[in-house]
């Protein structure tokens, strides 16, 4: 093994990463060259594909907005309620905090996207298609089982005995929580919330049933709906420029934030 | 007082997980489409029926159960050998570990556009290395045959590197200890393997295959962006049936019937795997 090892890490690189590189070097190639493997070397770059998508209607810079937005507000709201909860279930005795635990891990593990349908409906009754502050409501739904698994382990992790002296020094429930115990589960507060955010950054069915709108559409949406409607005979460069366009946020937040995602789904799918 | 902070959480959760499934449940036994005014009708069980004798839902469900089964199965046998070699130590491997979580965070929907390019006939890489070679026409994404295979191989490019993190912190709790009492026995590092390492790492590999079978069971985007379900149905998944149905034929009682159907499904494979496990005595929990 360790001779060959080199040979297993170019394979394992080559694998991950070459399914994208194709798609950056397809995203500079015109789309003459695409499909003529005649064209010299020099002449087969451009840059016309960026430039087509940047000056869209909408552009593409508005599907980025839309789920910079959409992942920002449902991750604060799954986080501003699963906090206070995890805090409370983890107080709780044996008994209910097993079946709790057992209850939300099956939602974990539920395929949520048999869910649209009855959340479609909901939608309509209440009028929340096509508003991007709306769409954080079932997104912290369908996020709050992973969130609420990895902060009940959080507070579950932390000595009952600082509890018991905060409240002996007077200070409030919410005190406890903002001054004592969050600064202790901040490391799990922020795997959660960046896994929260990578949920709703890359969603799917939901987003296509409750946005219509042009210019509300998130990523994945726009996406789709660029693949379905094009003009373009060979419209794979275009395709290519918005893969990258749309990754490249998602790139530099995995890069930056490794260490915590991976923290994160151990500790969600292990404990919980 | 703690009741009262877990509350909210739980009731949006109870809203959206539980609720559905009530209404697909009351759904489901109402003719609910165009032909009643999109009014729901009482139909005395008529879409259950329906959904016992509809060829295209079986067939739905076959190629559902086939392409999570092929996937998870390549993805454990995959990730196990990227979690070995992770779990060594060596220079940068920090670097490759993040490296190989990215295929991981991209959003499905774009990669299947990716993939698409990529299978392409017959301008995609795999068809131009294919006619380099004299095998070519591969149709990747157009013979009934193959391209459901397309769609397995997508998706464990793409969830590969979430079990290969599982196995990589089942692999961590393993102490060096033993392999050294192992070599000392005279055993062969090979040999460990078998006799340390895969036995330990069990739970952890029975975590992953839950988790992605439900996941597996549920395929919705890639296959919607990838192939939409063709050539020819053959990599339709119950999902994208029952979206189907809701979103194109508008037959809403029908497509609660679907994906309650397709719950239920899961449930029982899950159920007997687990009495499986249970009996063959593999299965031991995590925390003691």
């Keep these: ?272 | 007082m703690n009741w009262l902070l877990a509350l909210p959480a739980l009731l949006l959760m109870a809203l959206v997980f539980g609720w559905p499934l009530l209404r697909y449940g009351w759904l489901s036994m109402h003719a609910s489409s165009v032909l009643t005014g999109l009014e729901p009708v009482p139909n005395q069980g008529a879409n259950w029926i329906r959904l016992l004798e509809d060829p295209r839902f079986w067939q739905d469900a076959v190629q559902t159960l086939r392409f999570g089964a092929v996937s998870v199965g390549l993805e454990i046998v995959l990730a196990l050998a990227m979690a070995l070699l992770l779990d060594q130590r060596w220079r940068g491997r920090g670097v490759v570990r993040a490296l190989s979580l990215l295929p991981w965070a991209l959003p499905t929907t774009m990669m299947a556009l990716g993939w698409r390019w990529i299978f392409n006939t017959p301008y995609g890489p795999l068809e131009q290395f294919a006619q380099a070679a004299g095998v070519a026409p591969l149709n990747l994404l157009s013979n009934p045959d193959w391209t459901w295979f397309a769609t397995v191989m997508a998706d464990v490019w793409k969830t590969t590197p979430f079990i290969t993190l599982l196995l990589l912190a089942g692999l961590q709790t393993i102490p060096d200890d033993l392999y050294s009492a192992f070599r000392l026995e005279g055993g062969k590092t090979r040999q460990a393997i078998t006799a340390i390492t895969l036995p330990l790492l069990t739970p952890y590999i029975l975590i992953s295959i839950l988790f992605r079978t439900a996941q597996a069971a549920g395929v919705f985007d890639l296959i919607q962006v990838l192939t939409g379900g063709g050539p020819a149905g053959s990599t339709e998944s119950i999902a994208q049936y029952a979206y189907l149905n809701a979103m194109r034929f508008l037959d809403f009682g029908y497509s609660a019937t679907v994906m309650l159907a397709g719950f239920l499904l899961l449930s029982l494979v899950i159920f007997t795997a687990a009495l499986l496990l249970q009996s063959s005595g593999l299965f031991r929990p995590l925390k003691s």
């Excluded at chain 1, 507060?189 to 939901?206: D, H, K, R």
């Design chain 1, 1 to 272: 093994m360790n001779r060959s090892r080199p040979l297993w890490i170019a394979l394992l690189l080559m694998w991950s990463l070459l399914p994208m590189l194709w798609q950056l070097i397809t995203s500079f190639t015109s789309g003459d060259a695409l499909v003529n493997s005649d064209i010299p070397f020099q002449q087969r770059w451009t840059l016309a594909h960026y430039r087509e998508l940047l000056s869209g209607d909408p552009p593409f810079w508005r599907y980025l907005l839309n789920s910079c937005l959409v992942g920002a507000v449902s991750t604060l709201l799954t986080l501003l309620l699963a906090v206070p909860s995890a805090y409370g279930i983890a107080r709780m005795s044996q008994a209910s905090r097993r079946s709790i635990r057992t209850v939300v891990g099956a939602a974990a593990l539920f395929p949520y996207v048999l869910l649209f349908l009855a959340l479609l409906e909901l939608a309509r009754e209440f009028q929340l298609g096509n508003n991007l502050l709306a769409i954080a409501l079932p997104y912290a739904g369908l996020a709050l089982p992973l969130a609420l698994l990895l902060l009940i382990s959080a507070f579950e992790g932390l000595p009952n005995e600082l509890d018991d002296a905060a409240r002996l020094e007077g200070l409030g429930l919410l005190d406890r929580l903002r001054w004592v115990l969050m600064p202790l589960i901040a490391p799990a507060t922020a795997s959660t919330g960046i896994l929260v955010f990578l949920f709703a950054w890359n969603e799917y069915p939901i987003a296509l049933t409750w946005l219509s709108r042009d210019d509300l559409l998130t990523l994945p949406v726009a996406m789709a709906r660029i693949a379905g409607s094009s003009i373009y005979a060979v419209p794979y460069g275009a395709y290519a420029a918005a893969t990258v366009l749309g990754s490249l946020p998602l790139l530099a937040l995995v890069l930056l934030c490794q260490r915590q995602i991976v923290a994160g789904l151990t500790n969600g799918a292990v404990k919980g």
